[in-house]
Each structure stands twice: as C-alpha cells, then as structure tokens.
C-alpha cells in the first residue's frame, strides 16, 4: 500500500532527515494508488492499477543542489538516498537562483480527500462502462471511454522545520459516443474529488443525446459568430490564459502581461464583469493546501472587475523583486451568473452552442492567440432555439478577446479541478470548416 | 493529456516540455549510467518464470517485457545551468491472453515471487474483462526468433560523455545566441536509452539496446518599446543516434535560402544558435503576411510535423476502427476508401512509407515491442492510399495475416499497443535541388522548421505554422515574413503536391514525446522527406491586436 498517514510519513521523513550532513535537505514524499477502465466499440479495451511511492532528497550545500529519490522507505534505504542527494550535490554547478529552505508554515486543512472514492473497487469501473455500453446498444450508438480514479497523498519536510501534508482524491471520467453510420457524435466529461457526486447514467446520457442531436450537421459558413461555450469548451483556453500570470516573463518582457518597461498589474484586460480567483478550500473544487515550494495556498484573487490583481511570483522572483512570493494558482474559479445553459440559448437571437474545442495550440503568445477546432456536439441557434447542428469550424481566437467581447455569464460547472461559468461571447472567429465528425 | 499528471521539466518558450512522471524514473548519479543492467541469463530465467505461471493459470498467450530506461538531461538558461537529470526506471511487464481477453500487470519488484504475482494479477485482470468482452483476441502469426539482439548503431554513447562536457556545449550555444543579440536563450540536451529484454511464449528472446538524442533552444529577441518579443527555436531533429550527432560534422550541412544552415545527421548547435538570435531580430521588424492563396515550398524540418499529422495519424489502424474515439480521435482513411484501391491521398509524385529499419530514425528497432521483425511498407503509392499501421491483434481486421511490426510502450510500466512508425515521403525521381522548388513560384512562401500545429480529431482539416517564413516574389526570396499560417485539408494538399526534391536535399524531422492512448504514452518517431512544393494552399494572417 503506497498511502502513509501524516504520523507516518512524518516519521519516515524525520528519519530521512537525521541522516543529512548537508547545509540544508528537503525530503518531499508521495505515494498514490489508481485504477482505470478503458473502452471502446462497445467493449472493454483495457484496464490496470498502478501504485507508486517515491521519497525525494534535495540536499544542498551552498548554492549546490542535488536530488536523489527512492521507493523503499527502511533505515538502510533512507541512509543511502540521502547519502546519493549529498554526492551529487556536490558535483552539481551552483545554481544562482537557489532559496534556502522555508521555515515552519501553517497551513489550512485541506478538504481533497473523500473516503468513498479511495475505496473504489474494479467491480465499479466495470460497471461504470457497463453504463455507457448499455444505454449506447440500445440507441444505434457506440461508446469509447476512460474513467481513471486515484487516491494519493503528499508530504514535505526540510531542515528549517517545515512539515506539510495532504491527502487527496480524484476521480476522472470521459465518454465519446458515435452514431454507428458516424454522422454524430457526442461527449462529455466529469470530474470530483467524491465519487458519490458522479451519476454515470446522467453522464451517458448527456453525450447519446449529443451524438443523436449532431447527426448530418449542416455547413454553415465560418467567420464571427456568438457563441454559447459550455464551460468544457472554455476552460483550455482559460487555464492558457492563466498561465501568462507569471511575473517573471511579464518582467523580462516576452509575456502577454508585459507592456513597455513593466507589466499591465492593475490594468483592465477584459469585461468588467469578469472576476477570477483560486481557493484551494472551495468544497465543490477543493486542492492541497500548500505547493511544491513549502508556501501556503490561500484564497487569491486575480482578475477583479475585469482588472488584473495579482501576478505569480516563484520565491527566487519575488526575492529578485523585493516583494513576497504569490504562488501560482492550484484551480481556476470564474464568476458566474444565474442563467441556465438553456435561458442563454432563449436571449440568443442567431449563434452557435459549443460543446467543446479541441486540439488547442498556441498560435502567437504575445496576444495569446490560440487556434482549435469546436468537437463532439457544435450547434446552430436561431430566435432562441437550436435549429440544427453544423460541421465543425477551426477557430483562431484569444482568450483575452474572448473575455472582451463577453455578452452574458451563465451558472458555473466543475471541469477538470476547475469551476466555469457557461458564456456567451460575441464576435467569436471561426477561420474555416472541418468535415470531421 | 490531464496536465496535473504531468511533470514541468523546462520553461523553453511557448512549448513548454512536458512528459509524464512515470517516464522518468528514479534520480541517479551519471557514474550510475554506466553500469552494467542484470546479466542476460537472469533476464532470460526470470522471464521464464513469467510464461510459466501464465501458461499454468491458463492463459493462450503471454509476453514478458523486462526494461531498463536510463535518461539523462541537462537544463541550461543564458549562462546558467538549470538542472541535470540522471534517471534510471527498472523493472517488467507481463501480458497476457486468458479467455480471449488481455490482461496486463508490472512490477518494479524483478524477483521470481514478484514475476509470480503480477503474473497471477495481469491473468486475473483478462478473466475479470472477460466478462464484457465481446471480440476475443485473435493474434496474427509471429516467427519464432529464439535468441536474438539488436542495437542502435551508434559511435559515441552519450553516457560515455562526461555531463561538463555537455554543459559546456550548452553554454557556448547560449553565449553565442547572447552575442548576437538574443535578450533570452533556454537551451536543451535530452538522452535516451532504452535496455529492453522481450520474451514471450511463441519461442522468442530478444535483448535490445537503443538510443535517442535531441539537442534542442529557444531563443528569445525583444523590442519592449514596440512591445514585441519573438522566439526561433532550434532546426535541430531528435534523432536514433548517438552522442555523435553533436559533432557539427561540414559535410551533413545543406546550404538553405536567405542563409539557412540546414543540418542533415549531424548537427552544430552553436552555428544554429548564432544565426538564431539573428533570425529572430529580423522577426521583430518581418513584414506582416497579406493573406490569401500562396504555393508553399516546405522544408523537411517542418513538412515533417504535416507528415506526423495528417499521414502518420490517420492511418493508425487502431483510429481507423474507433479504439482511439474518446481521445484523440478517429480517421477520414476509412477502412471503404482503402478498399476501393483507388483513393487519391495525394498526388501521382506523392509516396509514403512506413518504415521501423531506417538508420538515425527514432523508431528504428530490430524487432517491436511484441516480438515481430521490423519491416518497411508503403502507405501510399503515387497518390493512392495502400495499406494502414498494423499489429498482432488487428491486421487480420485488413485481412492481412502478418503484423507489420509497429507495437510499443513507452515503459515497462506500461501496456504496449499500436505506435506509429516512422513516416516519410519519397524523394523525388526527378534531380532537383531546393533552388529548383522556388525559381518558377511567381507568388510563394518558404517554410522551414517546426511551429504551431493544430488538426481535427479525423484529420481532415489542419492549420501549421513554422520556425522561419521566407516571401517568394517572381522566383525570387525576397523577404521575411511574419504572422503566417496554412490551412489545408490533408486530401486537398496532398494532391497539390506538385514538385518534391531529390535524395540529395532528404534529412529527418522527429518527434521525441509523441503522445496516443489513455493513461497516455509518449513514443518517439521520425518523418523523412526533401523539400517540397504544394501550390495554391491557403495562408492566413494570424496578427490580432489586444
């Protein structure tokens, strides 16, 4: 079993840690036990379990670092791993941007980890696909998915007396579901940290409706369109756009967020009614309450009324800067509003729904322009209905335009760790048509 | 690809790398590398051990994969050295066929009681799935190979090299891009080599070593006050070589347009470097692309990638029949248009091979990751579509009864299955050199290197960008361009292929972290070609403003 208590952990680490002769030692420890299903054509592919655990040693003397790891926890192998971390320290150039270790932290009781789900037996998987296959039989529909759950925990401790843990779980599901004479196809995916929070029927459901609802989409001519983007067809290029939130390439000068000798901290980018922010105890998207650097996570805002509020700085960025470290965010929550997915669709008077995008590349990242195909279920609506679906559009478009041109926010959904709003966006460019289905 | 399972190793511009944890294995020192891995005899008795207990627990069929993978990287940025990776993973995987079903379990724990017990999990796993399985395996027929070994054909073996050597190669082709004007340079040196003892119960026993490098930058040139900033990342390839592929060797340098240094099977990083950081200035003032229909002349560091996307993919069998639908896809190649014999992939001039034999490729092995003897084969001949990317457990699918031997795993932590071979376009039969290609385009852009890269989940529609755009007048380079990019659908460009140049201009593009499957797998492969002409294809401008 590759899952140690806080007691435990503390105690193998501790140990770890008596062995040190270095000028400063970090142990990092992590275990993890997950289990999939795989299937497709309506049967079973492949399934399997994996379970890991490894021990990193960081030790440090001066500004040189080595890193050594292991995967079995007694006194001889702890002795020996920090003894390698420790040669190869010594062998290793000096690192100018090393930051010794933090002292002791206190962090919030994170809330990532549900009992149900850590006890997740491969009958479950099975019957999981079972009700995808099932339901797709009877429809003249083929299934092809992958549920893939985990259980996991962290832990840190360094020679300054900082101790973290966490323990968490996840469970991830994804169901493609195709009209045998392959003119439709639907998707969908769902994501928790409580298994009991997943209805796999419902799920099944959402996708063999889109694959019967997509069936000989129509072409329509591509160009700017208003879009109703399911939070699934948003949250890539979201997430994309959070990662410009970086103040070092802001300050050095090749991010989106730099602007003449400094960075757009405090500017408007987009809408005012955008608000983002990450909060590692929100219940619906909880995460681990501190990151790989030691440092706290907390609640942190970072688009307010549609003005930037906060850059990332790493330790050494913030230490070059003279400011404190702001660690990079662990989920993505975006303000919502009230209307559902269909009164979105009602105030719409021509444009097309998005089930999601797909194959997303970065295009130029000086205007984070990305480009993409809409996949799985993209449709035509006219005065308030949806009239019929079409053919797949490639878009070139950038998160930040996105955001400008917004028209309405809809309720939020939890995808992928994160929780999104449904949007509609005016003037969405659709460059040309996909025949894919 | 879930990101959160996925480990950050280097910031090198916009592609930032990453590869999953599991890849990477336990951290060791370089002097490490170089040890001898178990001896072969042992590796042979353990696997035995494997075939045994599966055949006693009643299963048809079963492989056993005992793997070493030893990697080694070095980071560096400017003048700094950012990190050097040892790593080292062992361990095996065992697969089995128990009433028609696969079953697959892996062990690090290389002992005979292990082997027995993961052994007795992968036959449990095929009996339990068995119960939902509705297409029993059927597996095409192997030789026997008996005892057998393989190796990548190398001249230096890039553990043999001491890492200050590598570090200070890194540092010069930094220093060099510093002075010449780069405000930002990362820089790259990713070393594989995979140790790989096969078995299994149709009589084979096969011990493989091979070996990957790719050297690779990202060089950064700014104009804060236009609020510009601009990246030329490396025409380096990944490639099956050794440390030797770092010598800069004259006579594997082709001579590009504009002053292009192309690079064949040999490659100067600090040459490469230097004229990066200028390329990459003249990018800040390049003139903005006016969009519209344009003859594309490519060279094979970026029609490679084209190559990957919409020849390599779309015929990996497994696509066509759907096993790949809720990830990345299926395939416009449908099993009717293959069986009609005349689909039009490409043009009369366009050949595509498959190809897991070619020397300094990624994907060259001996035999594949189930025991079959590589081979080559055509996809496509003068245009038309002829055969898919096949295994063990499919081809007779095609109704063809021999594998053609392109099954991998990117571990032995990991189930293989069906990976793509190297796939590479025929040089031209006619002689025709790179000049040849550009002299009559009265309205063009040449292309060279990798880009942005995009294409839909059946591979029909496809937009690429490149490293360098080059503007062709009346035959004539007359310029750099900026903001480029083409849109094309793969059976329409294909067939406006309309010259391709001669062996003398053919190198290879690669893929070193190509990812397929869920839980996903990186495999490593390559794309050949010389430089080649398609007329007409549409170009668009991608400049917004925010």
């Known amino acids: 079993m590759a899952i140690y208590t806080k007691e435990e952990a503390k105690q193998i680490m501790e140990r770890a840690l008596s062995f040190s002769t270095a000028d400063a030692c970090v142990i990092n420890m992590g275990g993890s036990e997950s289990g999939n299903i795989r299937y497709a054509r309506n049967t079973v592919s492949t399934s399997g379990h994996r379970s890991n655990q490894t021990l990193a040693v960081e030790a440090s003397f001066g500004k040189k670092s080595g890193t050594a790891t292991i995967d079995e926890f007694d006194d001889e192998s702890l002795k020996s791993v920090v003894q390698r971390a420790e040669e190869l320290a010594k062998l290793s150039p000096e690192n100018p941007e090393f930051m010794p270790p933090l002292g002791p932290q206190t962090y919030d009781e994170s809330v990532s980890f549900v009992e149900a789900t850590a006890n997740i037996q491969p009958e479950f998987r099975a019957e999981v696909a079972a009700k995808s296959i099932n339901p797709a039989s009877k429809q003249d529909v083929t299934a092809a998915g992958f549920l893939d759950d985990s259980y996991g925990f962290s832990a840190m401790m360094n020679s300054n007396g900082l101790f973290a843990y966490n323990k968490s779980t996840n469970v991830d599901f994804t169901v493609t579901m195709r009209t045998n004479d392959g003119t439709g196809s639907g998707w969908v995916t769902r994501d928790y940290n409580d298994v009991n929070k997943f209805n796999p029927e419902e799920a099944a459901k959402v ?14 001519e591509p160009g700017k369109y208003t879009v109703i983007l399911e939070p699934a067809a948003s949250v890539d290029l979201l997430r994309n756009m959070s990662g410009a939130f970086n103040a070092r390439t802001a300050d050095e000068g090749r991010s989106f967020m730099s602007k003449d000798d400094g960075t757009k901290m405090g500017e408007k980018i987009v809408d005012e009614r955008v608000n983002v922010w990450s909060d590692p105890l929100h219940p619906d998207v909880p995460t681990s309450t ?11 805002k970072w688009i307010e009324n549609g003005v930037v509020k906060n850059l990332a700085y790493s330790r050494y960025w913030a230490d070059q800067k003279g400011v404190d470290p702001v660690p990079f965010p662990s989920n993505f929550i975006m303000q919502g509003g009230d209307a559902t997915r269909d009164e979105l669709i009602k105030s719409t008077k021509r444009g097309i729904l998005i089930t999601r995008l797909w194959y997303i590349r970065s295009v130029d ?62 003037d969405f460019t659709f460059t040309s048509l996909s025949d894919a289905v | 690809m879930k990101r959160r399972k996925f480990v950050q190793l280097s910031g090198l511009g916009a592609g930032a790398l990453m590869m999953p944890s599991l890849m990477i294995g336990n951290n060791i020192s370089a002097d490490q590398l170089m040890m001898p891995g178990m001896d072969i005899l042992t590796k042979r008795k353990l696997s035995d051990v494997a075939l045994n207990t599966a055949r006693s627990l009643g299963s048809t069929y079963a492989d056993a994969r005992i793997g070493r993978y030893l990697n080694q990287y070095v980071f560096t940025r400017e003048d700094k050295v950012q990190n050097v990776v040892n790593t080292e993973s062992f361990g095996i995987g065992i697969r089995v066929i128990a009433d028609g079903t696969w079953g697959f379990a892996s062990t690090n724990s290389v002992t005979e009681d292990g082997i027995k017990k993961a052994t007795q999990q992968a036959v449990a796993i095929a009996k339990a799935n068995s119960k939902i399985q509705k297409e029993p395996v059927k597996l095409a027929p192997v030789e026997s190979h008996g005892e057998v070994s393989w190796k990548t054909p190398i001249k230096k073996d890039f553990k043999d090299v001491p890492v200050s050597e590598k570090v200070d190669l890194l540092l010069s082709a930094n220093a060099a891009a510093m002075n010449n004007g780069a405000n930002f340079v990362n820089s790259a040196l990713f070393m594989v080599n995979e140790q790989k003892y096969f078995a299994s119960t149709e009589g084979s026993y096969i011990d493989q070593d091979i070996h990957r490098i790719w050297p690779t930058f990202g060089v950064t040139a700014i104009d804060r006050g236009a609020g510009k900033f601009k990246s030329r990342q490396a025409m380096s390839a990944p490639m099956g070589m050794g440390y030797e592929y770092m010598d800069g060797l004259e006579s594997e340098k082709l001579e590009g347009p504009s002053g ?84 039009k992939y490409g043009s009369d001039i366009v050949n595509l091979v498959a190809d897991k034999t070619q020397p300094g490729s990624l994907g060259a092995v001996g035999y594949d990751d189930e025991g079959v003897k590589t081979k080559k084969w055509d996809l496509v001949r003068n245009g038309v579509l002829t055969n898919y990317q096949a295994i063990r457990d499919q081809v007779h699918m095609i109704n063809q009864n021999e594998s053609h031997g392109c099954c991998y795993a990117q571990s032995w932590n990991d189930v293989q299955f069906q990976r793509m071979p190297n796939v590479s376009l025929e040089p031209g039969k ?24 995009s294409i839909d989940q059946q591979r029909y529609n496809f937009q690429f960008g490149g490293t360098v755009f080059y503007e062709i007048k009346d035959g004539e380079i007359v310029g750099m361009l900026d903001d480029v990019a083409y849109q094309s659908n793969t059976q329409e460009f294909w067939n406006s292929c309309t010259k391709i140049c001669d062996e003398n201009d053919y190198r290879m593009f690669g893929s070193f972290f190509d990812g397929k499957g869920q839980p996903s797998q990186v495999s490593a492969v390559s794309h050949g070609s010389s430089t080649s002409r398609f007329n007409g294809v549409n170009v668009i401008n991608t400049g917004r403003s925010v």
Do not use: C
Request: aromatic share 10%; net charge positive; charged share 25%.
């Open chain 1, 207 to 220: 996708a063999i409706d889109k694959a019967v609802m997509s069936k000989e989409a129509r072409a329509i």
């Open chain 1, 290 to 300: 501190w990151n790989g650097e030691g440092m706290p996570l907390k609640k942190m």
């Open chain 1, 365 to 426: 990242p000086q205007t984070l322009l990305y480009t993409g195909l809409t996949r799985d279920g993209t449709f035509y609506i006219e005065n308030g209905k949806i009239r019929y679906p079409v053919k797949n559009f490639r878009f070139n478009e950038s998160p930040i335009i996105m955001l400008n041109n917004l028209e309405a926010l809809g309720e939020q959904v939890r995808i992928n760790g994160n929780l999104i709003p449904y949007m509609k966006v005016r």
């Open chain 2, 260 to 343: 292009l240094r192309l690079y064949r099977n040999s490659y100067d990083i600090v040459e490469d470097a230097t004229l990066a950081a200028k390329q990459a200035k003249e990018m800040l003032t390049a003139k903005s692309v006016q969009p519209g229909k344009y003859d594309l002349v490519l060279e094979p560091n970026h029609l490679g990638l084209t190559i990957h996307e919409s020849v390599g993919h779309p015929l990996e069998l497994d696509r066509v029949l759907g096993y790949e639908a809720n990830y990345a896809g299926t395939s416009f190649a449908t099993l009717d248009k293959w069986k009609s014999g005349d689909f």
């Open chain 2, 430 to 453: 006619e002689k025709y050199s790179i000049n040849d290609m550009i002299k009559d385009v009265e309205k063009g852009i040449y292309i060279a290197g990798r880009g942005s890269y």
